[in-house]
């Protein structure tokens, strides 16, 4: 074969590739503007905002052998059926955050045919994360998760548009990024995030489809919903007193597993419209779900939506300009300022570096995570005071032992936790309450890993 034939049998080929591309970006053209499903873009500015209208099942589109082939087994869900299907693949699903609840979600979600589907995530995958996030693997380890999320999503459905987002979602972008959007799952996993992402969601009257898990428990709800359905902030008008994540309090990765699914399921049954939408349907309810203790699952009747709420009530207060401008802050209202922790000045505190050396010399060196994490990995001569116990007084026996060992042998204590934070509270309270002078390790064991002994386990 010459070169002229070989060329001529190139340009047949890339013609034929061209024809499948072409076919298959009319196939997926909604309202007029055509994205290439085998394209995968991370700007998320590409996708054009969402239709006006509500989405509907009623369409002369047709549906591929591939795709028939691939959805069958869902097709045949009466609920479903090719309608269904269709609806689905002309969906925008918005999922934030891709750990542990994001990634069963869009695993569903995109085997499910929805045909775009946005992920939103900052984070890079670490070793913790993989018990329970399924999406990933030692090899993603160090990469953005949204693009791992999308390199193991595309293999399994090439036929979804897949776009990420590796940035926060926050009060300067959230409006822009949402108003793309047909229903977003909220899958994050700190207050701020959640009574933004209920805030903009509502204002934009957008379904969003919000769960979450700590330790053994999980719960769902969906908001937005008919007239009546109420918002995030009508049921939680107020954040929680006390804030816990999951990489503190810990969680189980099955258990997190089946709140993301069940999420992936309640955004399926709304876009095909198998989710009660009129406020003389189905009651509204969230779901629990407990992995150990008590019955598995229970419903709770929740209230319609609150005329008080200052979101969505009948005076609303929270507003597109009053969020975007920066004027609201959510990170204070959910009492996660910085000033939550005090400032202790550089006399009082040591870095891991100086630590090291010092532990050559006699101290007492108080580790003030709670008893859990300590089991997990501690340092060789810690003593173990949670915090918690030195903030109800139930330490204060303890205490006394160490400040009259302290006086007698001259020794200096050292408080350390897991960054550097919750130390600098204890340090506040002993020299405040019992006159302890104690000096704040910075940084915490997550530095110590860090700067001095990395065999240290990181968590």
Known sequence: MDARESL?????????????????????????????AVDVSSDDCAIPDRPRKRMSSKSPESLSKDEVSRYSRQMLV??????????????????????????????????????????????TVSISNLPRQTLYTLASVGMLKVDAAVTELRLRNPNVRYFGLPHEINS????????????????????????????????????????????????????????????YRCLFPSPPAVIQACSDAGVLGPVVGVAGVLQALEAIKLITGNLATSDEELPRVMTLFSGIHGTPWRTIRIRKRNP??????????????????????????????????????????????????????????????????FAIASLQGSVNLPLSDILSGSADP??????????????????????????????????????????????????????????????
Not at 10 to 35: F, H, K, W
Not at 423 to 447: D, H, P, Q, W
């Open 8 to 36: 001529e049998k190139e340009a047949v080929a890339l013609r034929a590739r061209l024809a499948e591309i072409e076919t298959s970006i009319s196939r997926l053209e909604d309202d007029g503007v055509a994205a290439s």
């Open 78 to 123: 009466p609920e479903i059926g090719k309608l269904g299907q269709l609806a689905l693949r002309r969906a925008r699903v918005l999922v934030v955050g891709a750990g542990g609840l994001g990634c069963p979600a869009l695993s569903y979600l995109a085997g499910a045919g929805v045909g775009t589907i946005g992920i939103a995530d900052p984070d």
């Open 172 to 231: 300067h972008n959230a409006f822009e990024i949402l108003r793309k959007y047909d229903v977003v799952l909220d899958c994050s996993d700190t207050p701020s995030s959640r009574y933004l992402l209920g805030d903009v969601s509502r204002i934009l009257n957008i379904p969003l489809i919000f769960a979450a898990a700590l330790r053994s428990e999980a719960q769902l709800t969906v908001f937005n919903v008919g007239l009546a359905g109420p918002c």
């Open 308 to 373: 008080n709420c200052i979101t969505c009530g009948e005076n609303p207060q929270i507003s597109e300009q009053l969020i975007t401008s920066g004027e609201y802050q959510y990170v204070t209202f959910c009492g996660m300022s910085p000033e939550l922790y005090p400032t202790i000045s550089d006399s009082h505190s040591i870095s891991v570096d100086a630590l090291h050396e010092a532990r050559s010399t006699s101290h007492i060196l108080l580790d003030v995570r709670d008893r859990g994490q």
């Open 398 to 459: 303890k205490l006394r032992q160490i400040l009259n060992q302290s006086e007698l042998n001259s020794n200096p204590v050292y408080v350390i936790c897991r960054f550097g934070n919750d130390s600098r509270t204890a340090v506040k309270i002993l020299a405040e309450k019992y006159g302890i002078e104690a000096f704040n390790v910075v940084g915490g064991l997550t530095s110590w890993t860090e700067n001095v002994d990395d065999s240290f386990p990181m968590y």
